[in-house]
């Protein structure tokens, strides 16, 4: 009988090593997508900007010593900047839509694969904890080697949640976050036992642990709600009406937390396709929230949203 319940306890602790490790590993070395994939849903108009518009390929040290890549697409004479960054398992290529967009308010475009994607060396994401201080190192690389009288920041998804967590650490004019998660313990509680239908109390510890034993943080470091209190910089929130991935509701709950932030729910678009299911609105937007912050001169007013 011993002998059994021995088995039985070492069957247990096997079963949830493995079931922790595997969504450890889920959430920090997922599959990569490469351009050509992340490209496909975009316009032939967006993918035309990628391919054709000239840019300089960029590319700082990591203060953990990693090589990390970027692109700039300049925009004749501007002194305006804004940087651009991806979600998890996609690169600088994902945000096509979003860089032809900027280029045509004016703006230079620095667009950066984070660590262990795209280009750039690493092994884990980190989700924003190890993610924001790359991207501090990248605001100051654009502050030293260029002309830079207005800076912004622009994540979709993960990447959301990099610079809302960069924020309060820097000095920028502004934030545009498309469907960022208000606190990594609070997604991935949601998204395992409402998406995956796993007891999500029974296996965070599990999670965590690996978390900071092989990727060092742990889920309780990466809160971009708490960074959002820490900043007065007006921050636009864009959000699908249908994103079931991150709720919509946690982009909602971070707006209300300052009278200078913005809120865009795109009707009908789920996690991170807002550029795809309607460009216009989210041009009208940060056309908008530019003036509103008077970060656009009156002659950039005349810019339109594409048809």
């Known amino acids: 009988m011993q002998r059994k319940w021995q088995i039985g306890l070492a069957s247990l602790f096997t079963s949830y090593y493995a079931i922790s490790y595997y969504a450890f590993k889920r959430m920090t070395r997922g599959k990569r ?58 690169s600088h290529s994902f945000m096509a839509p979003h860089l032809a967009m900027f280029h045509r308010l004016g703006y230079n475009l ?26 501090i190192d990248w605001i100051e690389w654009l502050k030293i080697n260029e002309s830079v009288d207005q800076i912004g920041l622009h994540g979709v998804s993960m990447g959301a949640a990099t610079v809302l967590q960069t924020t309060p650490l820097t000095d920028v004019d502004f934030v545009i976050a498309e469907c960022p998660f208000d606190d990594m313990g609070h997604l991935m509680r949601y998204q395992l036992k409402e998406l995956h239908r796993i007891p999500a109390e029974l296996f965070l510890p599990g999670i965590n642990y690996f978390l900071w034993s092989r990727a060092g943080f742990t889920m309780k470091q990466v809160q971009p709600k708490k960074a959002v209190t820490e900043t ?10 249908k994103d079931d991935f991150v709720p919509t509701w946690m982009s909602v709950e971070m707006n209300a937390l300052n009278r200078q932030n913005d809120l865009l729910l795109i009707d009908g678009a789920e996690h991170t396709d807002c550029m795809i299911k309607d460009a216009p609105a989210y041009e009208d937007a940060v056309n ?18 594409r048809p």
């Open 33 to 90: 997508k490469t351009p050509e994939m992340l490209l496909a849903p975009y316009t032939e108009e967006d993918r035309a900007f990628y391919h054709d518009v000239p840019f300089e390929h960029v590319s700082i040290q990591s203060r953990d010593d990693y090589r990390l890549y970027g692109r700039i697409y300049r925009n004749d004479a501007s002194t305006k900047w804004i940087v651009f960054v991806h979600g998890y398992t996609a």
């Open 232 to 241: 007065t910089t007006p921050i636009l929130f864009v959000h699908g009406s």
């Open 110 to 135: 620095l667009a950066v694969d984070l660590r262990s994607h795209g280009e750039s060396e690493g092994i884990y994401a980190s989700y924003g904890y190890h993610e924001k201080i790359d991207m």
């Open 288 to 305: 908008r929230f530019l003036r509103r912050h008077g970060l656009v001169q009156q002659s950039s007013q005349a810019v339109h949203a």
